[in-house]
């Protein structure tokens, strides 16, 4: 059965994925590290212990194929990719073959530009309508998994 993981450290729509997922009656397992720790109802919390990518490496050995994992991190999107799930950022977008290599690139030419002492934009404040746009692209995801 398809389940839903979520990458819990920083995700702003922890309760959105959990309510979508309720809606179609997956389980919903949040990953996060000490320093990050969350309980909410309807999920499965997961602590691992902090370290770099720590999280990201447990997670990735949980996801099973046609599963769905929640993560603004490209490295983890592509692993997820690698083992035939589908992976969702926090604005509803969809990481695919199609365009993660784009998007690792361009985080590479970011921290090339970092490590040289420039400074990048941050991401914009979130809106209310940015919660909705991916729960409705979630939901969407969901049915065509459903449908396949």
């Not at 809606?23 to 309807?42: A, F, P, Q, W």
């Not at 599963?67 to 604005?91: E, F, R, S």
């Amino acid at each position: 059965m398809v389940k839903v993981l979520i990458d819990a450290d920083g995700c702003p729509v922890v309760d959105q994925t959990i309510a979508a997922a309720r809606k179609y009656n997956l389980d919903v397992i949040l990953l996060c590290d000490t320093s990050h720790e969350m309980y909410r109802e309807g999920a499965e919390t997961v602590t691992v212990s902090k370290g770099p990518d720590a999280v990201d490496f447990v997670l990735v050995n949980r996801v099973k194929k046609g599963d769905i994992v929640v993560t603004q991190d490209y490295g983890l999107a592509a692993m997820v990719l690698a083992k035939q799930g589908y992976p969702i950022d926090q604005n509803g977008r969809l990481y695919s073959e199609e365009n993660i290599d784009q998007l690792l690139h361009g985080r590479h030419i970011a921290k090339k530009i970092r490590q040289g002492g420039g400074r990048m934009k941050g991401p914009k404040k979130r809106k209310p309508e940015d919660n909705e746009k991916f729960t409705v692209n979630l939901e969407g995801l969901i049915e065509s998994i459903a449908a396949h």
